[in-house]
């Protein structure tokens, strides 16, 4: 096993002033300032995949299967807190425990954040591009794609944490105030939301449940948590309450905003008798009911809320996968996680800024190659197991550098291993899925 040794623990970066709580782990009066990371890694989570995949929950099922979306943000709170509370508890970084585990970690993240960059940086920029078309029709989508790209390297490039954490809260006011808007016109049928937190199983709705449970926010961003943490300057124990707390109401957030788009699915699109479109462009449906059935405001609203979920998704990945990839290149090279070169705007961080916006430009004018679109399917289905299953050693067993206070109880070890069973489950399909497409 590595030996790594522990960071020098609260250093904040210069020019943000964090939240201090005293020695006994008590916050100040102004709690509402603690929520940033737990906003930021939720609000880059949820992206245009996400919320089409509950629209079309909500239109085919109704409310049935409101208590998935309830499991799936405890699973993801779980998660996530296991991430940080790894950082916090020991002042290391996710990837130096996983590298702690053995090189089988190093060797299977490496290509991962490789590949998978490179096809997502792809995919959100055609993502984010798709309600601005829609709203400036006479624009190419490619044109808008490029520019949303650019952007959000701009905004990552020459910003520090701090900015970038308030332009994320801009985005997801937006998101919420507009999708939870929606929810209220709709005017929920509240005594069958109610019956929906009963667990059922609509007939041949297995695939429904577990997507809706396990796709609830985020995929590697999960990960990029306890980066994000280092980033405000909660970089010790004594932050953990805080750093619950932040986790907490930011999935509570994500929960209520899925909620939403579930109210907007079993009220509009199902009484509209519409078929929502597989993939980003089923929200481009959405719209075509709502200006249909509300006007050409709300219709504009909703897609004010949709570039603002998809474009949080893009500088939470410009973000924080750059500072993922900066560490673990950084220790790769044997700098360590403190060295500049991996941190935030070191030349490692910068490199896969670049990498994330310029070379999946190309995939933006040309079909994608079949092996690429297989290899990242064959990743990307393997990472949430991945960080669930690791997770489980890590904070559990003393060699790992957790202290006694900090390690896992029963509960949420039970809560991991359905995490990982669920995910695993997810993975081997959406692998047969990416098989199967390829072959096709």
Not at 198 to 224: D, H, K, N, Q, S
Not at 262 to 280: F, P
Not at 375 to 396: D, E, K, R, S
């Amino acid at each position: 096993m590595t030996d790594i040794p522990k960071h020098p623990a609260g250093d904040h970066h210069a020019g943000f002033d964090p939240v201090e709580p005293d020695a006994e782990g008590h916050l100040p009066p102004q709690k509402w300032k603690i929520i940033g990371p737990g906003l930021v890694v939720a609000a880059t989570g949820v992206g245009a995949a996400d919320m089409v995949a509950t629209l079309a929950a909500g239109s085919r099922y109704g409310y049935m299967l409101l208590w998935a979306v309830v499991l799936g943000v405890i699973l993801k709170i779980v998660l996530v807190e296991g991430a940080g509370r790894y950082s916090l508890a020991t002042g290391r970084t996710i990837f130096e425990g996983w590298r702690s585990l053995g090189k089988w970690t190093v060797w299977y993240f490496g290509p991962y954040i490789m590949i998978w960059g490179f096809v997502y940086g792809a995919s959100a920029m055609s993502s984010t591009a798709l309600p601005l078309a829609s709203l400036f029709p006479g624009v190419p989508l490619w044109i808008f794609a490029i520019g949303t790209g650019i952007a959000g390297f701009i905004l990552v490039w020459f910003n520090r944490y701090a900015i970038f954490e308030k332009i994320t809260a801009f985005l997801v006011l937006l998101m919420f105030i507009t999708i939870v808007g929606l929810a209220i016109i709709a005017a929920p049928n509240i005594p069958d939301m109610l019956a929906g937190l009963i667990p059922r199983l609509p007939e041949g709705g297995l695939l429904y449940t577990l997507a809706l449970a396990g796709g609830v926010g985020g995929t590697i961003t999960l990960a990029a948590y306890g980066y994000w943490l280092r980033e405000k300057g909660w970089a010790t124990p004594r932050f953990m309450r805080v750093m619950r707390i932040d986790n907490t109401m930011a999935y509570v957030m994500t929960g209520i905003f899925v909620l939403s788009m579930l109210i907007v699915g079993a009220e509009v699109v199902s009484a509209a008798g519409v078929k929502i479109s597989a993939g980003d462009k089923g929200l481009l449906d959405l719209n075509t009911v709502l200006e249909a059935k509300y006007g050409t405001f709300i219709g504009k609203a909703f897609l004010v809320g949709f570039f603002a979920a998809a474009f949080s998704s893009v500088l939470g990945v410009w973000n924080g996968v750059s500072l993922m990839f900066a560490d673990f290149w950084g220790n790769i090279r044997g700098k360590g996680s403190d060295h500049p070169d991996s941190q935030a705007h070191g030349k490692y961080f910068r490199f896969y800024m670049i990498w994330l916006t310029f070379p999946p430009m190309l995939l933006l004018m040309l079909d994608q190659p079949i092996g690429l679109v297989l290899a990242y399917g064959v990743l990307g289905a393997l990472f949430m197991p991945f960080l669930a299953i690791t997770l489980l050693p890590l904070l559990n067993m003393k060699k790992y550098g957790v202290p006694a206070e900090w390690r896992n109880k029963w509960y949420t070890n039970l809560a991991l291993v359905i995490t990982a069973v669920l995910f695993i489950w997810l993975g081997g399909y959406q692998l047969i899925n990416s098989i199967q497409s390829v072959l096709k």
